[in-house]
């Protein structure tokens, strides 16, 4: 009777292995697998948020990583460097009138200059004696000097006018955020860059390289981190009037998934990170599960070097943007080929790149064997037990 169960036993362990190795591939995983990406990008039926796949090497590695986008918008590289400043209500003013004879309005016998101090008012006006209420807002100082000299004609004598812009509070622009004195910034007749706007508002309390400065003109917005107004000086922009400038502390992060031996959210420890120093925060790969050919990047590229990856042949897929200016580009690693050690020291991580390492296709097969076959045999094993 027993070594009939027993052979019931063994007919049902052989009928369970059947079935678990035809559903193998249903067994849990903590992501796909590098001929699965492969197989997704090469069958045509990717996603409509389709990628590019680049098999990373020295051709493309400088490329890559000296790539600069454009980090904003025209509307703010339009402006240059030297503008002539609008007078603006609240401006403070030193109008200097001199005349040439003592027995102007103006002029003593001491002196044939009178300095007169004004605040332009509500209304725009600054108030002249003897030429009255005048326009000032919206003009530019060489403006309101030719308009009060004509005010002045036919009651001063032959008068001359200079008009100093003492505090040009209207033409200024405000610095918020991780800085050490945020406040209101003139901006000088010989202009304002990103950087000196900073420098002015006491500096970055935190690295240069953990700090996105922000600016808002009218209705546009841009950022960009400082080591990278640094590192590409197209970035420090000239400030216009009515800029604000917002810097934040905003530490850059990675993502590392699948066999590596510490997932999570990894922070940045340095200015700059390669990504063998990023496999090696995670502890590396795990040598039981780890794929060493399937080892991925993924990272949201700017559109113009993910069409030159495509049209250079570094890579293959479709230039569908995931938003507007940027595709998503996977960038694939094989570590059995030494090369790719070197390659890994070059290349330089980012800001939200997500680190992924595909598991073995003999790792799924352990762990079949660990969590289906294992427990069959020791059923067996229980089973024989009982028989003997």
Not at 40 to 66: C, E, S, W
Not at 112 to 123: C, F, W
Not at 161 to 190: F, K, Y
Request: charged share 20%; net charge neutral.
């Amino acid at each position: 009777m027993l070594s009939k169960i027993f052979d019931c036993c063994r007919l049902a362990m052989a009928a369970a292995v059947l079935l678990a190795i035809a559903a193998c591939s249903t067994l849990p995983g903590n992501g796909p697998t590098a001929m699965d990406i492969a197989l997704h990008q090469a069958d045509g039926k990717a996603a409509p948020n389709a990628y590019v796949m680049v098999r990373l090497d020295t051709a493309a590695l400088d490329k890559i990583n000296f790539f600069q986008p454009v980090s904003f918008p025209r509307e703010f590289r339009a402006l240059g460097g030297q503008w002539r400043p609008r007078i603006g209500v609240g401006d403070r003013l030193v109008i200097n009138i001199w005349e040439p004879s003592q027995d102007g309005v103006f002029a003593t016998a001491e002196h044939k200059q009178t300095s007169l101090r004004a605040v332009v008012d509500e209304d725009g006006k600054v108030y002249i004696p003897y030429a009255g209420r005048i326009r000032a807002a919206g003009r530019k100082v060489e403006e309101l000097r030719s308009a009060i000299e004509e005010g002045l004609r036919g009651k001063a004598v032959e008068p001359q006018v200079q008009v100093l812009l003492e505090d040009n509070q209207a033409n200024s622009v405000v610095v918020v955020g991780d800085v050490a004195r945020p406040g209101q910034l003139p901006v000088p007749i010989r202009g304002l860059r990103l950087v000196e706007a900073i420098a002015l508002a006491g500096g970055t309390r935190e690295a240069t390289y953990e700090t996105v400065a922000t600016i808002t003109r009218g209705d546009h917005s841009g950022a960009v981190r400082l080591d990278e107004v640094v590192s590409h000086p197209s970035n420090n922009i000239w400030l216009a009037p009515g800029d604000n400038v917002l810097v934040l502390h905003k530490p850059r992060t990675y993502s590392a998934f699948g066999a590596v031996k510490t997932s999570g959210l990894i922070p940045f420890k340095s200015e700059s990170v390669s990504l063998a120093e990023a496999l090696a925060q995670v502890g590396g790969l795990i040598d039981t599960r780890a794929d060493a050919g399937g080892v991925f990047l993924l990272r949201l590229e700017d559109r113009l070097l993910a069409q030159w990856l495509v049209e250079t042949g570094q890579g293959i897929g479709k230039l569908d943007s995931y938003a507007p200016g940027v595709t998503p580009v996977i960038y694939r690693l094989d570590f059995k080929n030494p090369q790719a050690f070197f390659t890994a020291q070059g290349f330089r991580m980012r800001d939200k790149d997500v680190l992924y390492v595909a598991n073995h296709p003999t790792a799924e097969l352990g762990k079949f064997l660990a969590t289906i076959v294992s427990p069959l045999l020791g059923t067996a094993r229980s089973a024989s037990s009982i028989g003997n």
